[in-house]
């Protein structure tokens, strides 16, 4: 195969042969991704390579089994052009690892989840390690069986999106106060039962991957996720980059003081804002409004406000005016062009998105407030973000995730994105 006709750059000069070869098959594989199904004679536009290029690259794709060869296009004239797609043969498990429940399913290359199946458990933050041992066991074998199922794909991995923020070096759970994995090596246990090849991320990082990767905003480099659940986590992506902060530890806004009282929160402060934005502060907002009228989960008070119960509006109401107070801050801070909600709360989307947006707007400073999104199924984006990291690694040689988008910047120019 021909070296790059424009030699590739690296931020530290010119690449070797081998890492520009590596590049421009990660870009052309990236513009596969985003414009599929399509031709080599696209591809060719919009990667700036040869066509010649081009044709060695996808017939060295095909090659790997990651590219097949799919339906002709149509031309006015000429020789119908063969396009070009993603081989959705490869696929990931992903499990979304949630305080009182376990989401898991089977996603393809393309974003489309194939099989969920969910695992209900009793854990607690002060269960033991055994406990939580436990649990981890019977959900790794359920994700097993589940794999087994569809026993005709090829599996690239496991993705899991947790609560909590992951140390990306040694796989641990640094910081997870609503819930107890922190304390037992997660990666091992769950190492231990599927043998393969495995990516942990906090959730909110992994709404914010499956957003770039398979959602509506590939293009945008400025965003923020928002995951509102038992706690509440950021994830941030800013100048095109996910940012993780001194030991992946970026993003915890839910303990980000708001108020000098208040009650305690699982980090052991208080004031912190997810005591009074979260879905446990929703609860107990109602609980205080009506003590004789027992709910029992956040779900159930959902269920209250879509029915017009008035005391359950006015608690979201409540929890709302907090979330946009400290989305207020953030959008102050970190000037995103979007905010994604994604949490339980979105099924209230049309009351709750004028709420947080008029108050975003009535504590701007600047006439560029962001737009407040919510994810349609918060679920399906943690599995699909958590696959996403599977793939993205699996597919990829040089381009790392966060730097992609200067290939899409840069539009006709095979620019490297060495990390
Ligand atoms: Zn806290």
């Known amino acids: ?35 599929q199904p399509v031709s080599r004679a696209d591809l060719a536009r919009l990667t700036g390579l040869q066509p010649s290029t081009v044709s060695v690259i996808i017939a060295q794709l095909i090659d790997e089994g990651w590219v097949v060869p799919g339906s002709l296009g149509r031309l006015p004239r000429g020789r119908r052009p063969t396009y070009v797609t993603l081989n959705d043969r490869h696929v990931t498990l992903a499990i979304d690892l949630r305080p009182g429940k376990a989401n898991l399913a089977v996603v393809d290359i393309n974003g489309k989840i194939l099989g969920r199946e969910a695992v209900a458990f009793e854990i607690k933050a002060s269960s033991t390690p055994e406990e939580a041992r436990i649990v981890i066991a019977h959900i790794a074998r359920a994700a097993r069986s589940l794999r087994a199922t569809y026993g005709d794909r090829m599996f690239q991995g496991l993705g899991v999106s947790v ?116 879905n446990r502060a929703g609860l107990r907002y109602y609980r205080e409004l009506a003590p004789e009228s027992p709910v029992n989960s956040f779900q159930e008070l959902l269920e209250l406000a879509l029915q017009g119960d008035i005391r359950a509006l006015r608690s979201i109401d409540k929890m709302m005016t907090y979330l946009a107070r400290g989305l207020a801050m953030l959008a102050a801070g970190l000037a995103p062009e979007i905010i994604i909600i994604v949490g339980d709360c979105t099924a209230l989307w049309p009351r709750i998105c004028p709420l ?61 994105a060495v990390a």
């Open 1 to 35: 195969m021909n070296v790059t006709e424009k030699p590739a750059r690296t931020r530290r000069g010119v690449a070797s042969s081998e890492t520009a070869r590596e590049i421009n098959r990660d870009i052309v594989l990236h513009a596969i991704h985003l414009h």
């Open 163 to 278: 609560s909590g923020r992951v140390d990306q070096r040694t796989h641990r759970l640094l910081f997870s106060p609503n819930a107890p994995w922190g304390q037992i090596d997660l990666y091992a246990e769950l190492q231990r039962v599927l043998d393969t090849p495995i990516e942990m991320e906090n959730a909110a990082n992994a709404c914010i991957v499956a957003e770039r990767w398979f959602g509506n905003f590939s293009d945008v480099s400025n965003m923020i996720a928002v995951s509102v659940s038992e706690g509440i986590g950021v994830g941030m992506l800013l100048d095109g980059r996910l940012v993780r902060g001194r030991e992946d530890m970026a993003g915890e806004f839910g303990h980000m003081p708001l108020e000098e009282t208040g009650p305690i929160c699982g980090c052991g402060s208080v004031g912190c804002w997810e005591t009074f934005a979260s």
């Open 356 to 416: 947080l947006e008029s108050q975003l707007i009535a504590k701007s400073f600047t006439p560029h407030t962001p737009r407040v999104v919510a994810a349609l199924d918060g679920d399906a984006a943690r599995l699909r973000g958590a696959a996403a990291l599977v793939l993205h690694k699996m597919l990829f040689h040089q381009m790392d995730f966060a730097s992609r988008h200067e290939s899409e910047q840069s539009g006709s120019k095979p620019v490297p």
